[in-house]
């Protein structure tokens, strides 16, 4: 198995638009707003060099046992089938090293690697926020506490807990690393965290409520699957976590946790599509087709004559559509978080690059 530092995978161009300033708000803004702890409390002051060479060399060591955990068979892990939803297969894993907690969910995606690693991008703490809440919907608050390198890092972490009745929302300080590796002769992409204790991540408990949680090596795997079907990757998510604290938690929680997580996997897919409509080149209102001139939907065919039907237009191919098939997406372009309509036909191609460049202006609708 060869495992390598992604220096960085390619990403697809992006489009400098500006927008109308009273339909947008910034993501500033928007992640402000979920802010459960004060950023004071993370004194991160610099770390020692003896420190900063320890978690690097963990940061090369994690990845890989990320890879073997999530290998179903001959890995390092037993796993028996617990549920399979056609879209999502989850099963549970029973790890002789540890009492952890163990889970594995896997799904199959529309996406390169590039559009992966794009997923776990983010330079500064708002692009990483925006990003981590939105591949898990359980995430309250999270915050990048130290940049060791562009693929390394250390963060903070608090999930919602799946039954706040019986048990507290569990936090985490965590290191996560990320690189491109080759198996089995198919290209990979892996995002491996576990947990570390750093000064600068105080325990929250007495002042939020917050119980410090113990994360074994966990995190995504994609995997491209060549031939067998082009174009898509393997997505596997592996959970290794010790939820820690004074009473034992049943199992049904950990279960009821884990369905959240699901759901999070099954939006990776959704987050590929928005990520890869966001780097599209829309088209100028200009360049669109004058609503006047189509007397029904160019997609469903149905006409517009009926009072109920609506004409509009997709910024993508132009074509005027009724509303059922040209919807709003919430997309990011230009790091500026706005709406634009999409037909269906566009929002399902896998690449976006026969749309050129059309121009620097966008109106919205």
Known sequence: ???????PLKSCPTTDTPFSAQKTVSSADAIM???????????CSPLADSETEYLLQLASQVPIQVIRRAQLDNGSIHWTLATD??????????????????????????ATLEEAAALFAGDTPVEYERNHKALASDVLDCYKLYTLNPDVGVYWS???????????PRDFCFLQSQGEF????????????????????PDLQDSHGYVRGLLYPSGFVFTELGSRRPGYVQVTHVVQVDPLGKTKLPPWIYKRGMATRVKGLRQVGHQLRLNRLSQAAFRTPDQLVPKDTRTKCFLCQCA????????????????????????HWPLVVAGIPTTVRICSSCALK???????????????L
């Open 158 to 168: 608090v999930l919602q807990s799946p039954a706040p009745a019986l048990a507290n």
């Open 304 to 327: 517009f004559r009926r009072v109920f039907v609506k004409k509009c237009r997709c910024r993508l191919c132009g074509e005027v559509m009724c509303h059922t098939c040209c919807k």
């Open 85 to 110: 939803d056609a879209d999502v297969v989850m099963y549970q894993g029973n790890d002789a090293t540890n009492m952890a907690n163990t889970w594995c969910t896997i799904t199959e995606v529309q």
């Open 33 to 43: 707003s979920s802010v459960l702890v004060p950023r004071s409390l993370f004194r």
């Open 350 to 364: 896998p690449n976006l690059h026969e749309y050129k460049a059309r121009g620097n202006v966008m109106e919205l």
């Open 1 to 7: 198995m060869h495992l390598c530092c992604l220096h």
């Open 182 to 201: 080759e198996h089995a002769g198919h290209r990979g992409f892996v995002v491996a965290k576990m947990s570390v204790t750093v000064s600068g991540c």
